[in-house]
């Protein structure tokens, strides 16, 4: 016998009017933010409340089975919607589904036109509006409109007080008042992009040291005028930061950024992923040899020096045994790289791509020189170098014998090892290559290693005898030597106790810029 289901009852209010004309598009690659991590999800996205919410008087209307889903299904559904017309329209079905699709338009409005602009502020300050927009806006990225955003527009957001990501890169025309404004009562913050705010001062990280204590990350490259102190304070107050970029922080007076204040960030917080430094030329090995006895940095990934010619072997070595997982060291324009390949923890070295290598630098890399903490041969084992086309097989040859522990060496797109008699040791391209990418597929591994080395010394010309003469014999090889090895260090470092890579993980690394 078949029987009726009852239908679900329950009271409505009659339609309402939404303010829904003034909303921002979302675009969906508006995700430039400086902290993109596993946090962009619908999870700072709630359920929106009315305003002026009371009762209603209406007769009860049946509500159909997708008027029954709970507002977390609504939310997943409407979130998978690619246009903002779409979900306009949702919007303008019934008041439950415009509550669950309003968070989804205004958490990240889309700020890409003045005009875009300045209706996404009418309807921030608006106090009737259906819903309180500033309260709806997690992520305000004003980077597009660069050139024309002043104090007086960023000031506009005073009252979004629920922010977790504000990015206004290089919005030159900002104030330290007017940004300092905007961070100050604001304890949602979590990314804070303010790269290339030259005005700027210290007072604005101690607004962010006092206002921001759930920080994650900060990227303050290029405002020249933080120094020394403020950072300290910010390694005091933002416990949960992970990362932080201070490039091109170069203080003009005797207040720069120096080594004591990178001291206090990475002894204060353990927590951090990354770490840029870029072109802080007075940082010296002390940052890094003052840091606590056995300090740990388990979850430390990218360390960025380039151009921090002061930091030497002693700082590395200590870099390495604190930070045994991390990933990239990147050392651009420095100039010691002879004891990179001897450090105790440097096992993989991946360099695909980088051009600019030649064999000048692999000698560098492969040689072990005396110094008052060697400790003998390299400890490499595995080296990435495909598409090095400036290496020859001298390189190569002295890699492979400076490197005795060496199992993996793939040389991919290297000319000087594409010929039958050197391929012969290689294993085997995977079946799913295409017949171009076998044919400059060039990957040692294992027994082939061992064979391409006795192969080589028994056939090969001998490479150069390690002199200093033959790096340095002068000037101008000296000039062209430092290029060289500026495109060996945008190296990225994989580390053997990293169970996060394969064994077989390859780390692509552009060529470098100049």
């Not at 110094?371 to 002295?398: D, F, K, Q, W």
Request: hydrophobic content about 35%; proline content about 4%.
């Amino acid at each position: 016998m078949h029987r009726s289901r009852g239908a679900a009852r329950s009271s409505s209010k009659s339609p309402s009017e939404s303010s829904t004309s003034s909303s921002p598009e979302r675009a969906a690659d508006d995700d430039t933010d400086f902290f993109a991590q596993a946090n962009d999800s619908q999870s700072s996205i709630g359920i929106a409340t009315y305003r002026g919410q009371n009762g209603s008087n209406e007769p009860d209307i049946i509500i159909p089975p997708i008027g029954r889903l709970p507002p977390e299904i609504l939310i997943s559904i409407f979130s998978k919607l690619s246009s903002s017309a779409d979900m306009l329209h949702c919007m303008l079905v019934c008041r439950k589904w415009a509550a669950n699709c309003v968070g989804i338009l205004w958490h990240r409005p889309l700020c890409n036109r003045l005009d875009n602009l300045m209706r996404i502020v009418n309807s921030v300050r608006k106090n009737n509006s259906f819903f309180p927009y500033s309260e709806l806006i997690r992520r305000l990225n004003l980077t597009a409109l660069a050139s024309k955003v002043t104090d007086a527009e960023l000031l506009s957001f005073a009252e979004c007080k629920r922010v977790d990501r504000l990015t206004l890169t290089n919005c030159f025309k900002l104030t330290d008042r007017g940004v300092s404004e905007i961070v100050e009562g604001n304890r949602h913050l979590q990314a804070l992009d303010v790269s290339d705010l030259r005005s700027l001062t210290d007072n604005f990280l101690y607004i962010v040291a006092k206002n921001c204590p759930r920080l994650q990350g900060l990227n303050i490259t290029g405002c020249t005028k933080i120094t020394d102190e403020s950072l300290v304070v910010i390694s005091q107050s933002c416990k949960h930061l992970k990362r932080l970029k201070l490039n091109g922080v170069t203080q003009v007076t005797d207040r720069q950024i120096t080594s004591r204040s990178v001291t206090a960030l990475l002894s204060f917080l353990r927590n951090m992923r990354e770490v840029c430094l870029a072109h802080c030329v007075e940082i010296d090995d002390s940052a890094f040899l003052k840091l606590p006895p056995n300090s740990l940095f388990e979850t430390l990934r990218v360390l960025d020096l380039t151009a921090c010619e002061r930091i030497r072997d002693d700082a590395i070595e200590r870099i390495t045994d604190t930070a045994p997982r991390l990933r990239h060291l990147v050392l651009n324009k420095y100039a010691s790289v002879q004891q990179l390949a001897t450090l105790p923890k440097l096992k993989r070295i991946g360099l695909v791509k980088c051009q600019a290598i030649t064999d000048w630098s692999i000698l560098a890399l492969a040689r072990s020189r005396a110094a008052p903490h060697h400790i003998g041969s390299s400890c490499l084992e595995r080296v990435h170098l495909s598409y090095c086309v400036n290496l020859t097989m001298e390189g190569i040859h002295a890699l492979l014998n400076y490197c005795p522990r060496l199992t993996h060496l793939s040389l991919t797109g290297v000319q000087a090892f594409l010929h039958e008699d050197l391929t012969a040791f290689c294993r085997d391209a995977p079946s799913e290559f295409t017949q171009q990418q076998r044919e400059v597929f060039c990957v040692f591994s294992g027994d082939g290693v061992v064979k391409l080395r006795d192969y080589l010394n028994r056939n090969a010309v001998p490479y150069p005898p390690e002199t200093e003469a033959t790096m340095y014999d002068d000037e101008d090889e000296l000039d062209e030597e430092e290029n060289q090895v500026a495109g060996l260090m945008s190296a990225t470092v994989i580390r053997d106790d990293d169970d996060e890579m394969g064994d077989d993980g390859i780390i692509e690394v552009g060529p470098p810029h100049g």
